[in-house]
Each structure stands twice: as C-alpha cells, then as structure tokens.
C-alpha cells in the first residue's frame, strides 16, 4: 500500500472529553474553518473528517449512568449527575485501559489504514483525551511490519500529528508510554507538534489553572536516538483565556492553524 502525494489530503481529527453523543461532536468543522482562516492562497486539495468515540464510551457508561440517575432523586440533580459522570467517566476508561479503551483504538486505527488504502495522505489532529489515543494508535502502526518505511512517506498511514491541550505529560498517562524506535535509519521523519496553553488545567494537572512553565510536555518523548525518527516539538499558545477556557480555545487559535497549515503543505 502507498499513498498518492497528489491526492487530497486528508485531516482526521480526534476529540477528547465531550458531552453528549458522536452526532453532537463537530470539532472538524472548528478545525476546516481554522485552516481556511490561515491558509491564505495556498491552493490545496483537502478534506476534514472526524473520529467520534463518544458513543463508545456513553455505551460502557450507561449502567452507571442509570444507577446515579436514581440515586439523584431529581431531575436536575440527575441530569448534572449524568453529566459529571459523563466527563470523569471517559478519564476513567482510558485509564483503566481495557477493553473499551481498546476498542477505540482499534477503530481509530481501522479509519486509518482505510485511508491509507485509499491513497489519501493522512494528518491527525487530537484533543485532549484524544491526544492518548492517537499517540498511541501511532505508535501501534509504526510499530507493525509494512507501515512506516523511513525511506518513504508513502508508506507511512500518518503523515504528522498535532496535538491539543495533551494530558500526555502527566504522570498518570504517560508513565507507561513511549514513542516506538521502530521507525529505523533513514532521512524522513515523523513530525509531532503538541501545543499547549500555560494555564490549561488539564495539560498542566492543575486543578486551579496554575501557570506552567517549562516546555518538555511532549518533548520528554525525545530520544537521543536517530533511529527513533520522531521529531518532535512543543510549542507553547497564548490562546487569551484561562483555566477551562483555555482548554478548549486552541480550535480558532491562530498559531495552531499557522502550524497546520504548514504541516500539511510540507
């Protein structure tokens, strides 16, 4: 399998921790309109898709969605019962890392090579939660026989990752993480760019939206070896906001479209 350099190219991106159901997630429209904002006159062929997992998750949840529903009493308190249940609820199954968190994995993986077979130069953009699942569905291919050539991109079913608002420099997700050597000598290398706002919470593990400093986030994955073939850079946005806003404020950053942009026209 290879890809056709000059077929459109194909952006898929991966939410994090939502409300509601996949016909609610839309993060791929935020994302289209990013890079028409910045592409400017660039002529470029390419198309934005989504990877939706929320039904996956709401599907794991369900018994204990009901069981709090009871236990509320009252619609209101139910109805915010449900959806802090919602929230922690996605942490928690990728936490646990099991058999749901496996099977959006394998899903994600699954959209991958099917676009890959299609010819379609592939970039992933992930979210927040979203980010633990690409990094880790990358890794996967990289990791399995007939992907990732280094003397050719064509082989490759992932072209380059950004990263939003990531949790991976935490400890509680990526301490059993790394990014996979397989990738052997070569010229070509994988790109992975993570941008991050210092007062996000979730990037930082800060409750209160502390300011974070240092820039070793996604970086700390760097080896000092060339056979790894990863470059990979953080790249730290002022997206103007604070704490939870902060998190979610990185769709219509500029900084991150100008990055895109060039990560996709390179």
Not at 43 to 65: F, G, K, S, W
């Amino acid at each position: 399998m290879a890809i056709d350099p000059a077929k459109t190219r194909k952006i898929l991106v991966v939410h994090g921790v939502q409300l509601g159901a996949d016909e609610d997630q839309h993060q791929d429209r935020d994302i289209d309109q990013l890079i028409r904002n910045r592409i400017g006159g660039i002529p470029l062929a390419y198309e934005v898709e989504i990877y939706r997992y929320e039904n996956i998750n709401d599907e794991a949840q369900a018994r204990l969605r009901q069981a709090v529903g009871l236990i509320a009493g009252t619609p209101v308190h139910g109805a915010l019962a449900k959806k802090s249940i919602d929230l922690v609820g996605d942490v928690v199954i990728a936490l646990a890392d099991g058999s749901t968190a496996a099977r959006i994995r394998q899903g994600l993986r699954d959209k991958l090579v099917e676009i890959h077979k299609a010819g379609n130069p592939c970039y992933l953009v992930a979210h927040s939660l979203g980010s633990i699942y690409a990094f880790d569905v990358v890794n996967a291919l990289i990791d399995t026989k007939g992907y990732f050539k280094r003397s050719s991109r064509r082989t490759w079913p992932v072209q380059g990752l950004v990263t939003l608002g990531s949790p991976i420099g935490l400890e509680m997700f990526g301490k059993n993480r790394k990014a996979v050597t397989a990738l052997g000598g070569g010229a070509k290398w994988f790109r992975w760019v993570n941008y991050w706002d210092r007062t996000d919470p979730v990037v930082s593990g800060e409750i209160f939206g502390t300011q974070l400093n240092g820039y070793r986030i996604a970086e700390q994955y760097l080896r000092p070896d060339a056979k790894q073939g990863w470059a990979i850079h953080d790249r730290a946005v002022d997206t103007g906001k604070l704490w939870l806003m902060a998190h979610v404020a990185y769709w219509d950053n500029p900084t991150v479209g100008d990055g895109l942009v060039d990560m996709i026209t390179n």
